[in-house]
């Protein structure tokens, strides 16, 4: 992608709205723009973001198991007339009419849709487990919108739904998304621990919200510094294995870890005071086993192997990746931007042309881009005619893992400055040598 002919708005000045450093950053690298309160355009540097967060998601729920689909934003409000939410949802629920006067709702979660999709086709115990997601736009009308899509109203969710006949079976489906959660959030470059939760308008008695541990979070939250350190379980990861998957979920579950809600002072105090982790923290995961809630009131049943018909165990799994976004920025920051983490940047490389115009200067740059772009990297180049300052000032901002800066001086002896974002490394090499680094 070349500079000069892409949309990437950034602000000079710090943008006054933003309370906290990841929506201060969006807003400046111009990744998002907020169209009305708590509903945001994302720009092209923040879509490509969102849309390395939303693979990695996707891969590790297929690993899992999950089956992916697409749901509608819009519901029809019988279908939560059922369920008995649709009255109990409240003022967070965006209620719309059609043109024939029927009432609709934009969807904020699909426990019933999917119920109802489940329902229509599944007849047998045989057909289950069964796991279906989708990535879809959801829509609360939250009362305190803030901090830029950490919590606005329109946003995305990665929500899969498990059916089971037994609430054995519900208990494995529980803990394979368990461990895609730890997995996921590993591989975005957070360390995310999963903490005994409330499970409020959805439901249920077992719940986990997966927590980022930041300043800047919303939640309080209470656990064993241990949890620090845990190892994530790794690719290899036998998801059909009950025992492997349930000794996962033991040792994740084996110390003191719990959101305000749930917070148990007496069990905290147990744990020995040096030990003791008592922070603020990010939401980005929440996962819940609410048993036959919604198929006893939706009657989504099946044939068990009795001949006898059973209502299924289900839970439900929500990731936020528009949060995620912004969380991976709070962890990962300096006062010269962001600095993401390979897995998510939107580039992987940026090459800094120090002197447009210059023929030396130009042909290595294009040689570079094209020669990078060949071995399937994203590369941003910097072609534009702004000042040297002013493009070190964008990469750093905008937090491109690596950039291959090409000046006049270096390039004359065939030579090229590599710069790590986050060490603020620099190392001279020759132009073979930068882009081998990259193929090789
Ligand atoms: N149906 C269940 C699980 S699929 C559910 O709705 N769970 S939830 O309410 O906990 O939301 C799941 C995830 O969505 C949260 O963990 C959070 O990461 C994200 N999320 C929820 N509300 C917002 C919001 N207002 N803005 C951004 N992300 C949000």
Redesign the pocket.
Known sequence: MRLSRYFMPILKENPKEAEIVSHRLMLRAGMIRQQSQ?IYSWLPLGKRVLDKVNAIIREEQNRAGAIELSMPTLQSAELWQESGRYDAYGKEMLRIKDRQDRPMLYG????EMVTDIFRSSVKSYKDLPLNLYHIQL?F?D?IR?RFG?????E?M?K???SFDLTREGAEHSYNKMFAAYLRTFDRLGLRAIPMRADT?P?GGNLSH??IILADTGESEVFCHKDFVGFDIPDERTDFDSVEGLKAIFDKWTSLYAATSEMHDEAAFNAVPEAERLSARGI??????YFGTKYSETMGAKVQGPDGKEHFVHMG?????P???VPAIIEASHDDNGIIWPSSVAPFDVVVINMKVGDEACDDTCELIYAALTKAGKDVLYDDTDDRAGTKFATADLIGVPVQIIAGPRAVANGEVEVKDRKTGARETMTIEAAINRFVA
Do not use: C, Q, W
């Open positions: 708590g904020p979660t699909n426990e959801k609360r939250e919108p899509t950490m919590r606005s109203r946003f969710m929500d899969a739904y409020g959805i919200e997966f939401e980005v995961g929440h996962i819940f439900s799994y929500g990731i936020g528009t949060r995620l």
